[in-house]
């Protein structure tokens, strides 16, 4: 049986050298040829069992190309999206195929991401309340540590809200209080020592390097969410780089 992965960026890369160590056949498809693994246009994918999607979710294709390959693929099991994509994404490309499609995200820093795969809980979601029990089996398999949401969009906001955009709010707030004591001659690293035996105790005072965020994840991921406040995440570190400059 076959595991493809289309999309070989960090994450499909990533994805394929996991499913590998755990002696899975994997195929990993590319719009870059050079970043294909043991796949060739020219021959047919055997036993072609679960479709990875790991394609840049900002593609404004996203959803034709996805359905355009699952209709190209037959004899699929499911399809996993592993990609961080604009909620409704999932169940709108399960309205045009018959094949069970899941959202899985990732978890991770990119710089360890194989470890972090590995380490983290692997969140899986379905708007069908009845998968095949032999589905999840195989997907245990693969993840070891799975758990399950009750739906696909629960687990698409939680991708963009609970990690990227959190992550960056957090940072947000050590921008401001690094312009403040900038402003009031203050040691930034000295009044945040406040905090240390609180956060110890509490686990609610955590103190973040406030540095300019950059990246292809938090600022671009807010463009997922239909929310105009969480622009402020943008607007405030665009306000902290003018004021490093």
Partial sequence: MTDIILGMGEVGETLFHLLEERNCNCVGIDADNSKCKNY?????IENPEYLHVCLPGELTEFIDITVNW????EGLKAVLIHSTVKPGTTKNIQNNSKVPILFSPVRGVHKRFLDDIKK???????DDKQIDPKIKIDLEKRFKKIEWMSTTKTAELAKILVDTTYYGWLINYAQITKMICEKEGVDFDEMWKFADEIHENLGNRPKMYPGIIGGHCVIPNLKLVEYENLDIIKKINELYEKFKK
């Fill in 40 to 44: 060739s246009e020219k021959e047919q």
């Fill in 70 to 73: 699952i209709n190209k693929i």
């Fill in 120 to 126: 983290y809980t692997k969140f899986i979601s379905s």
